[in-house]
């Protein structure tokens, strides 16, 4: 199994990114799946997530309005669009898939199987 993310890169205040998760060696769509990320000194945190059909995304107060979480469960491919980038949005992110068919996707780090290497978000302010 492999998670590959994309997109990543040094933004300033108020940009926008779109990240992107490949993914392969699994059956995608009966993965529920999520950002996380982690910023220096900081624990890992989930910033949202989306059920293996792509309804009821959740999302971690702070980005709500700001994030979209997305999936293509034709192409194995997750997205995350965010947008009015803040500095304290600055950590890894990482892409991370759990063997999970419910409607309300697993919000709970361990019950996620599989992880990608992150990728770095910098906003600079």
């Known amino acids: 199994v492999q998670l590959v993310e994309s997109g990543g890169g040094l933004v300033q205040v108020g940009d926008s990114l779109r990240l992107s998760c490949a993914a392969s060696?699994?059956?995608?769509?009966?993965?529920?799946m999520a950002w996380f990320r982690q910023a220096p000194g900081k624990e890992r945190e989930l910033v949202a997530a989306?059920?293996?059909?792509?309804?009821?995304?959740f999302y971690e107060d702070s980005v709500k309005g700001r994030f979209t979480i997305t999936r293509d469960n034709a192409k194995n491919t997750l997205s995350l669009q965010m947008n009015s980038l803040k500095p304290e949005d600055t950590a890894v992110y990482y892409c991370?898939?759990?063997?999970?068919?419910?409607?309300?996707?697993?919000?709970?780090?361990?019950?996620?199987?599989?992880w990608g290497q992150g990728t770095q978000v910098t906003v600079s302010s």
């Open positions: 991370a898939a759990a063997y999970d068919q419910r409607s309300d996707p697993t919000r709970v780090a361990n019950d996620y199987d599989y």
């Open positions: 060696g699994l059956p995608f769509s009966l993965y529920a």
């Open positions: 989306i059920s293996w059909s792509g309804v009821s995304p």
